[in-house]
Every structure is written in structure tokens, then in C-alpha cells.
């Protein structure tokens, strides 16, 4: 079983909708990712949270909206998604400042768009 | 910048033979070298790590893997390598907060 828990395993969704990845770890770890990856490739980073403030973006498209509630709860916004957007979301947690230690992963969203 | 190469999409392995995954990195000081596995419809799951001391680290499920700095290679090992242990497998770097994966290695473990 992983310490960090993603709801839900499975979205289908089509491209006028909204929706809400949800991600939550109970292990005190203050930094919190999220990450995009497509089939047989390594995950791809999209945002980091450090102390509940967002501290990386990278690049990601203003349809994908991350937001931090507490030191526990990580959540991706979804809107106006498109087909290329389909791909497993992995949400990760780790210690701060603490590059000798492994970020703890998730079993991941799977995502659909159709 | 930090990163690491895997230099082998695929690798087949008959079962209770050794296996060998490669891994090479270029960093600029001392690395944070980590291995993670994957099967399929799963996260991420941490293997094992090298941060400093033993070339030889071992990690989870009976996998080891040996830090050799002259030749910049981490590569993960296993002495009898299982069925069980076909998965797609990442090395990766860790550059302040960001984790740095390679690209990944299908490993195929044949009855």
C-alpha cells in the first residue's frame, strides 16, 4: 500500500468539463508534486508546493490550476482540458530541503479526455 | 545541470539469471542517486538510494545497486532475477527540490 493516496484512479472526462485530482499523505511531508506522464516515459514535473505555497511552475497550461488547502491535501483543477492532456497524474511527497531523500509517489490519476 | 542517461530502452533476462540495469549521471558535486520501479497501473515505488559512503547499496525486494564514480555509473543489480520483477524502471537524480528521471528501462524477466 502507498502513504500517499490519489482519488480518483479513474477520470474520464470531456473537454467542457470541470474537475478536481485529488492527492493526500500523511507523512509530515511539507513539500508536495505534482507530475504528468505518458505511457512508457518518465513522469514529467508540472508543479511543486513547498510549505503550502507553490514554488515551481513549470509552464503548465493555465488549464491545470494546483492548489495546496493544507499540509496534507493537494489538488489539481481541471478545465478546458484537450485530448493531448490525457496521461497518468502523480501526485509526490517529500521533505523539504532534504535532497538525500526520495520523494514518496502515489498510484497515480489516470485521465481520459475525450 | 544534473541528469542521468539510461542508455537501454529494453532489457530481457531469463528467471534466476543476474540482471543489470545501466545508469549513468552527470552532476556537478555529490549526487543524489535514487532508483524507482514501476508496474503497470502503479506509481512510482523507491528502490534504493546512494548518498555517500558504500559504493554497494542495497534496497528493497533484494535489488542492489553500485556507485562507480569513475565511470559517472549507477547501475541496479539483482543476482537471481524473478518473473515477478518485470516492471519499467528509473534511475533518477535529485537537483535541490526537482527529482531528474532517465527515461526508463523495460526490464523482462522470461520464465
Not at chain 1, 472526462?13 to 507523512?27: F, V, Y
Not at chain 1, 497518468?88 to 535532497?99: F, I, N, P
Request: hydrophobic content about 30%; overall charge positive; proline content about 6%.
Amino acid at each position: 500500500d502507498t502513504e500517499v493516496t490519489q482519488t480518483p484512479k479513474h477520470l474520464v472526462m470531456g473537454m467542457t468539463n470541470k474537475k478536481s485530482l485529488k492527492c493526500e499523505q500523511h507523512m509530515g511531508h511539507r513539500a508536495m508534486y505534482w507530475y504528468k506522464q505518458k505511457a512508457k516515459k518518465p513522469p514529467e514535473l508540472m508543479f511543486v508546493y513547498s510549505y503550502e505555497k507553490l514554488s515551481i511552475n513549470e509552464s503548465v497550461p493555465s488549464r491545470f490550476s494546483p492548489e495546496c488547502p493544507n499540509s496534507s491535501l493537494l489538488n489539481l483543477h481541471l478545465h478546458a482540458l484537450q485530448p493531448e492532456d490525457s496521461a497518468l497524474y502523480l501526485c509526490a511527497s517529500s521533505q523539504v530541503g532534504q535532497g538525500n531523500q526520495p520523494q514518496h509517489f502515489g498510484d497515480g490519476t489516470r485521465l481520459s479526455i475525450l | 545541470a544534473q541528469s542521468v542517461a539510461q542508455p537501454e530502452d529494453q532489457v530481457n533476462v531469463a528467471e534466476g539469471n543476474p540482471l543489470t540495469v545501466k545508469c549513468t549521471y552527470s552532476v556537478s558535486g555529490n549526487p543524489y542517486l535514487f532508483w524507482y520501479v514501476q508496474y503497470p497501473n502503479r506509481g512510482l515505488q523507491f528502490l534504493l538510494k546512494y548518498i555517500t559512503g558504500d559504493n554497494l547499496v542495497k534496497g528493497s525486494y533484494g535489488f542492489e545497486a553500485e556507485f562507480n564514480k569513475s565511470q559517472t555509473s549507477f547501475h541496479l543489480k539483482k543476482p537471481s532475477a524473478l518473473v515477478s520483477d518485470s516492471a519499467l524502471y528509473f534511475c533518477a537524480v535529485r537537483d535541490l527540490g526537482d527529482m531528474r528521471f532517465g527515461a526508463g528501462t523495460r526490464l523482462t524477466v522470461k520464465p
